[in-house]
């Protein structure tokens, strides 16, 4: 089953030429879930071809403009491509405030249903076919969240040698096997599953943090992630004004990513618009003095996810 990740925008605070705000699509074997919705979004679907009316979530960390301009657009333009399926947002409060605003005043024509779930405490806050998405608090001027997803753990692997040993004919038997269920053979042994099957294998994980304090508490949260986008806005040498608008730096990010084991890459996002591109070189060295894995986001990169056996 696929699962890969779309920068479609890497810029905090103000658009950039090369650099849209902050947002970031998930698709998982088709199914669309949008983490922030920065302007620009729409831009970056177009030219990635991404289908935007298979959108079934949209996540949003918190209700700061750079976070929350790319939505009236794209709920407008969901209209237009024949929509069925509801989409849902889920977000802090007053997300709903903000959504019943825009589309009061800009006298939308919606043509389908639209879920407005605010976070009222910590958790799961949406569940899919084999995984979850759960939210944790983080620290920043107005409430605002990190997410992750998490898939089901998966079955072990399916030894047909060892069912061929056991003179297990192929077909429904195997199939049994593989679910899990304890099966009669023709000549009536009963086999279990353990005795083909290795064991349960974990599920991928992606995790989504932007613009908070670099709380010790991430890591436990962020842990055993495939893909950790976090946000590194400034480098260590700005960490006092980091600090007192209420973000963290690259190195801070890097130390998170450090501290959770089973990371096994770090994607930094929300660059200040300060940096060109040749000085956000010196926030990835960094980031990667501390965590190795670490690369830089640009608009419409992609990183797959790939299951790992």
């Not at 030219?47 to 009236?72: C, E, M, Q, Y």
Request: charged content about 25%; aromatic content about 8%.
């Amino acid at each position: 089953m696929n699962l890969e990740a779309f920068i479609l925008g890497c810029g905090g605070m103000m658009p950039l030429p090369n650099r849209h705000l902050t947002s970031v699509l998930l698709r998982r074997e088709g199914e669309l879930f949008l983490f922030d919705c920065g302007e620009g979004t729409q831009v970056s679907l177009r030219r990635l071809n991404l289908r935007w009316k298979k959108i079934s979530v949209i996540f949003i960390s918190h209700t700061h403009a750079d976070h929350v301009t790319g939505i009236p657009g794209l709920l407008m333009l969901s209209s237009q491509v024949d929509r069925d399926d509801p989409l849902y947002i889920i977000g802090p409060p007053r997300i709903a405030e903000y959504i019943e605003a825009s589309r009061r005043i800009l006298d939308m024509y919606i043509n389908y249903e639209i879920i407005v779930q605010e976070i009222t405490a910590p958790g799961i806050v949406y569940k899919g076919e084999g995984f979850h998405v759960r939210c944790f608090p983080l620290s920043h001027t107005k409430p605002c969240y990190g997410y992750t997803l998490e898939e089901d753990m998966r079955p072990g692997e399916f030894h047909p040698e060892k069912a061929e040993a056991l003179n297990i004919p192929m077909g429904k038997l195997w199939g049994k096997l593989q679910k899990g269920e304890t099966i009669q053979t023709p000549d009536g042994r009963e086999v279990r599953p353990e005795e083909v099957v290795g064991k349960a294998r974990m599920g991928r994980k992606f995790s989504f943090v932007t613009d908070s304090l670099a709380l010790p508490e991430i890591s436990t949260h962020v842990i055993g992630s495939d893909l950790f986008i976090c946000e590194g806005m400034f480098s260590k040498e700005l960490a006092e004004d980091a600090h007192s608008k209420k973000h963290m730096t690259a190195e801070e990010a890097a130390k998170i990513a450090a501290s959770s084991s089973g990371i096994k890459k770090l994607a930094l996002i929300h660059y200040s618009p300060r940096y060109t591109e040749y000085e956000l070189k010196k926030v990835l060295d960094e980031a990667k003095a501390i965590f190795p894995e670490t690369v830089l986001t640009k608009d419409r990169m992609v990183f797959p996810i790939e299951n790992v056996d």
